[in-house]
């Protein structure tokens, strides 16, 4: 199992250009979950999937965020435009089932200069 | 609404020493509960899971966790800490009464081991 794959694995841009985050689930999981952990805000969830249909997107922060699941096995997770304070290290992570263990990827850790 | 607290921000021990880390969370009804570990630099993975039975739980690495449904408390030990076991850990809940698959995190506890 090749586990929860997310691209890229650093991005550096600067601020004003549009971002996109992408991150292919453990086949077969209906759930998908995007976080963003900071030193200050500790780990927040953005928004999840059940089978390719947004549930919750009330921890994204503001209309700059947007995400999307076209199919089961992709995600995107999109800023623009992007600032200085959406630099974080953002995590996808994919569960068979509700209520079962999450599965991370290994995150995209984004500066925006 | 629903919440994990963790209560020791920052935890330094020395090697060889034990580990109790609190965690306790707000909701009334059936949860599945979870550590998760974040050694420095890398993403989240499983330490232990609790679904039902025994409270007593034990998972990778020499830890276990004990579910105490009275106090709403599922805190993490370990009786003989390591160097390796400097790490970001995670408490989180899923409260399946509500049904859905979200878990909800608790702060994070920092461990700091001293060799």
């Known amino acids: 199992d090749a586990g929860v794959i997310q691209s890229p694995r650093h991005e550096v841009t600067e601020m004003g250009q549009e971002v996109t985050l992408r991150c292919k689930p453990i086949?077969?999981?209906?759930?998908l979950f995007w976080y963003r952990q900071t030193m200050m805000r500790g780990l927040e969830l953005l928004i999840y999937?059940?089978?390719?249909?947004?549930?919750?997107d009330s921890g994204m922060p503001e209309d700059r965020f947007s995400a999307k699941m076209p199919n089961a096995s992709f995600s995107t997770l999109k800023i623009q435009p992007s600032e200085p304070r959406d630099s974080a290290v953002y995590f996808c992570?994919?569960?068979?089932?509700?209520?079962?263990?999450?599965?991370f990827g290994d995150g995209t850790r984004l500066s925006i200069l | 609404a629903q919440s994990v607290s963790q209560h020791n921000h920052h935890v330094i021990l020395s090697e060889a020493a034990s580990l109790e880390l609190g965690c306790n969370y707000s909701?009334?009804?059936?949860?599945?509960l979870f550590w998760y570990v974040q050694y420095p630099g890398q993403h989240l993975q499983l330490l232990l899971k609790?679904?039902?039975?025994?409270?007593l739980v034990k998972g990778i690495k020499g830890f276990e966790a004990e579910f105490i449904k009275s106090k709403f408390s599922f805190n993490l030990r370990k009786p003989s800490v390591q160097w390796s076991d400097t790490a970001e850990y995670f408490c989180?809940?899923?409260?399946?009464?509500?049904?859905?698959?979200?878990?909800?995190f608790g702060q994070g506890t920092t461990l700091q081991v001293k060799p």
């Open positions: 992570a994919s569960t068979p089932t509700g209520g079962q263990p999450q599965h």
């Open positions: 086949s077969g999981h209906d759930y």
């Open positions: 999937f059940n089978n390719n249909v947004p549930i919750d």
């Open positions: 909701y009334g009804g059936t949860v599945n």
């Open positions: 609790y679904f039902s039975g025994d409270p």
């Open positions: 989180a809940v899923n409260p399946l009464g509500r049904n859905t698959g979200k878990l909800i």
